[in-house]
């Protein structure tokens, strides 16, 4: 069979590349992207796909050109980069949604979004982000620990280990983040080591470390200021069933 050719565009990653190996395809902070065809349509319209939810990973996976790459190899904000730009690629930039008023939960309005007008976080001035490792020391507990940002690969991992514990009748979802995103405590990166580190950290330590990953973490900004009931508020894009299925289309 012929190879068919489509169309593409090559976009930029919020973490312009920083985090990953040098010899990473990604290390430039680029990734190339094909625009969707009917077979990514038959991929969004696979019931067996969105039962087993994985069906945004495997329209992903068939939309990125770039060699030797799939979503599984991107951190988080850079995933949600590609999801958005794979969105404005298939069906252009106007993006309905119903939203709620933050200062009245009641009150909704739909609006229309422009994704083409959410910017990508700063990189944090003075944060090395090369090799994806980055240091940190507890306020509290003084614990000297090193930490990376997860891909969605580590991503799949943690649903599948909250998933587990949940079956037994709680939720480790805080613990089990922390035992993949550490990597090493007090110079000490045995996983027993860092298992235990994450299910006896101190409350206002574990606080002050996630508000810090969330804040060196490069991604994409999906809030915007909107007005509803003629005062301007800033919401977040909802990512509803919509944002792939749009009525319109």
Same mark, same amino acid.
């Given at each position: 069979?012929?190879?068919?050719?489509?169309?593409?565009?090559?976009?930029?990653?919020?973490?312009?590349?920083?985090?990953?190996?040098?010899?990473?395809?990604?290390?430039?902070?680029?990734?190339?992207?094909?625009?969707?065809?009917?077979?990514?349509? =038959?991929?969004?319209?696979?019931?067996?796909?969105?039962?087993?939810? !994985?069906?945004?990973? @495997? &329209?992903?996976?068939? /939309? +990125?050109?770039?060699?030797?790459?799939?979503?599984?190899?991107?951190?988080?904000?850079?995933?949600?980069?590609?999801?958005?730009?794979?969105?404005?690629?298939?069906?252009?930039?106007?993006?309905?949604?119903?939203?709620?008023?933050?200062?009245?939960?009641?009150?909704?309005?739909?609006?229309?979004?422009?994704?083409?007008?959410?910017?990508?976080?700063?990189?944090?001035?003075?944060? =090395?982000?090369?090799?994806?490792?980055?240091?940190?020391?507890?306020? !509290?507990?003084?614990? @000297? &620990?090193?930490?990376? /940002? +997860?891909?969605?690969?580590?991503?799949?991992?943690?649903?599948?280990?909250?998933?587990?514990?949940?079956?037994?009748?709680?939720?480790?979802?805080?613990?089990?983040?922390?035992?993949?995103?550490?990597?090493?405590?007090?110079?000490?990166?045995?996983?027993?080591?860092?298992?235990?580190?994450?299910?006896?950290?101190?409350?206002?330590?574990?606080?002050?470390?996630?508000?810090?990953?969330?804040?060196?973490?490069?991604?994409?900004?999906?809030?915007?200021?909107?007005?509803?009931?003629?005062?301007?508020?800033?919401?977040?894009?909802?990512?509803?069933?919509?944002?792939?299925?749009?009525?319109?289309?």
């Amino acid at each position: 069979m012929s190879e068919h050719k489509f169309p593409t565009e090559v976009i930029d990653l919020p973490s312009r590349g920083k985090v990953y190996s040098k010899d990473s395809p990604l290390k430039d902070g680029k990734i190339e992207l094909k625009y969707m065809t009917t077979r990514e349509e =038959d991929i969004l319209m696979s019931e067996n796909l969105i039962k087993k939810g !994985v069906v945004i990973e @495997k &329209l992903l996976d068939s /939309l +990125i050109v770039t060699k030797g790459v799939n979503q599984d190899d991107l951190i988080l904000g850079d995933k949600n980069a590609v999801l958005v730009a794979s969105r404005i690629l298939a069906y252009g930039p106007d993006y309905t949604a119903e939203v709620a008023n933050p200062k009245n939960v009641d009150e909704k309005v739909q609006h229309s979004f422009d994704l083409t007008k959410c910017p990508f976080k700063e990189l944090v001035e003075g944060v =090395d982000y090369s090799n994806n490792s980055f240091d940190f020391q507890t306020p !509290v507990g003084k614990n @000297k &620990l090193k930490f990376k /940002l +997860i891909t969605g690969r580590e991503e799949k991992l943690i649903e599948k280990d909250i998933e587990r514990t949940k079956k037994y009748g709680f939720n480790a979802e805080v613990t089990t983040r922390l035992r993949y995103t550490i990597t090493e405590v007090d110079g000490d990166s045995k996983p027993e080591t860092i298992n235990s580190f994450s299910q006896n950290m101190l409350a206002r330590d574990s606080v002050a470390l996630r508000n810090y990953i969330n804040n060196i973490s490069p991604d994409i900004d999906l809030t915007s200021e909107i007005e509803i009931g003629g005062e301007a508020v800033s919401v977040s894009i909802p990512l509803t069933v919509e944002f792939f299925w749009p009525k319109s289309i």
